[in-house]
C-alpha cells in the first residue's frame, strides 16, 4: 500500500491522463480500468466493444484510492461507457482508511453515477508463500473477495470471476502476488472476454 501522498500524485497524473483523452477524443466514451498493480501493469487490447481503453490503474492502489479516482472522474465529467473495477488484494495486506467492506460497494454505486456498464473483478489466485504472499492476512483476503461479490449482486453490476485460472505453468510469480505471463494470458482473456460478450 502506498503513502497518502505518493498514492494522490499518482491519481493526479492518471486525471491528467483522463482529461488529455478527453480533449483529444471528448466524443468518445471509452473502456476504463482502475485497480491496482496487477491491472496497471496489464497488456489490454487498445480497443474492447469498439471503444479505446484507458487503463488507471496504478501499483499500491487500495479501495480508498480507487474511490477517490471514481468520484474525480464524475467531478470531470468522463462518462467511461464501461468500468472495470479490480482491487482488494493490497486492502488483506494493510488496512484503508475505511473498511473494504463499506468502501468497495461505494466505488460500485459511483461507477454505475457515472453511467458506466460497470464490471468488478474478482480477486486472482494468490500462492501459499511467497514474499507478498506471506503478507496477506487470509482471512481478510477472503472477506475481501467475498465482499466483491456481494456488491456485484447488490448493485447489479457484471461479476468477472478470476479466482480459478487455468494456466500450464505458475499463475503467480515468485513473490506470490503477482501475475506470471501465463497468469496474464488467462487473466486479460478472461476479463476481455466477459466484456466483449457485454458490450453497451
Known amino acids: 500500500m502506498l503513502d497518502t501522498s505518493i498514492a494522490e500524485r499518482r491519481e493526479s497524473e492518471i486525471l491528467q491522463h483522463v482529461k488529455d483523452f478527453m480533449a483529444q477524443r471528448g466524443g468518445e466514451r471509452p473502456v476504463v480500468f482502475v485497480g491496482d498493480s496487477i491491472v496497471q501493469d496489464a497488456h489490454f487490447s487498445p480497443t474492447l466493444c469498439g471503444r479505446p481503453v484507458i487503463n488507471a490503474a496504478y501499483g499500491g492502489a487500495v479501495a480508498g484510492g480507487v474511490l477517490r479516482l471514481v468520484e474525480a472522474f464524475g467531478d470531470i465529467r468522463l462518462a467511461p461507457a464501461v468500468l472495470v473495477i479490480s482491487v482488494g488484494v493490497n486492502n488483506s495486506i494493510r488496512t484503508d482508511h475505511r473498511p473494504f467492506a463499506e468502501t468497495y460497494p461505494e466505488i460500485v454505486r459511483r461507477a454505475a453515477g457515472l453511467g458506466s456498464k460497470v464490471f468488478v473483478v ?79
Not at 456481494?150 to 487455468?166: E, N
Open 122 to 200: 474478482s480477486l486472482a489466485p494468490v500462492a501459499a508463500s511467497g514474499v507478498m504472499a506471506d503478507e496477506i492476512d487470509r482471512a481478510r483476503f477472503s472477506d475481501i473477495d467475498r465482499v466483491i461479490r456481494q456488491a456485484a449482486r447488490d448493485g447489479s453490476a457484471a461479476l468477472i470471476d478470476v479466482g480459478t485460472l487455468q494456466t500450464k505453468t505458475s499463475p503467480v510469480v515468485p513473490d506470490g502476488v503477482h501475475l506470471s505471463a501465463d497468469g496474464y494470458a488467462a487473466w486479460t482473456a478472461t476479463i476481455e472476454g466477459a466484456i466483449n460478450a457485454q458490450c453497451p
